[in-house]
């Protein structure tokens, strides 16, 4: 037995997973049921998306007084948009919470290596949620399930 088919035993799916030039995995996720490109990042402890895009993905800002810091870039202005839905593959997670920020510095980096810009981020919120393992060797990322009760 395979561990795809183990993982799918415990309620987990497969989301595939892109390798683009700058050696980061591309994913591909809707937000708020709008399809969008992201970054699966690791070390980011907050999935967002960029700040410009907030109309797009139909999100609800709120201020936040919290700074943000990463890939070169430290003390950034941020918002919260809160009550989002996300969806990667056959998984989702309703009443999700997204950090909007300026990701220009993210994009810049990822064109100058000839890889196309980014929507946002999926961090380690995402991946601690879906009991995250990430198959390297297949590029592919499995999520379990979230069992919602009404």
């Known amino acids: 037995m395979n561990l795809k088919d183990i993982l799918k035993r415990k309620g ?5 997973l892109k390798k683009i030039n700058t050696n980061h995995f591309e ?22 998306v960029a700040m410009n895009l907030a109309e797009k993905f139909e999100l609800s800002l709120e201020d936040s ?3 943000a810091a990463g ?3 430290i003390g950034m202005d941020t918002m919260v948009s809160s009550s989002n839905e996300i969806k990667l593959g056959q998984w989702n997670f309703k009443n999700f919470n997204l950090v909007l920020l300026d990701l220009s510095h ?3 980096a990822l ?15 995402i991946l601690e949620k879906g009991k995250a393992i990430i198959d390297y060797k297949n590029k592919c990322l499995f999520l ?4 919602y009760k009404y």
């Open 27 to 48: 994913v591909k996720a809707f937000i708020n049921n709008v399809k969008g490109r992201f970054i699966l990042d690791t070390g980011a402890s907050n999935s967002c």
């Open 144 to 147: 379990k399930k979230l069992v």
């Open 106 to 108: 993210v994009n810049t």
């Open 12 to 16: 987990y799916v497969k989301i595939n």
């Open 111 to 125: 064109t100058e290596h000839d890889a196309d810009a980014v929507d946002g981020i999926i961090g380690a919120d």
């Open 65 to 67: 007084n919290t700074k």
């Open 71 to 73: 890939a070169g870039a």
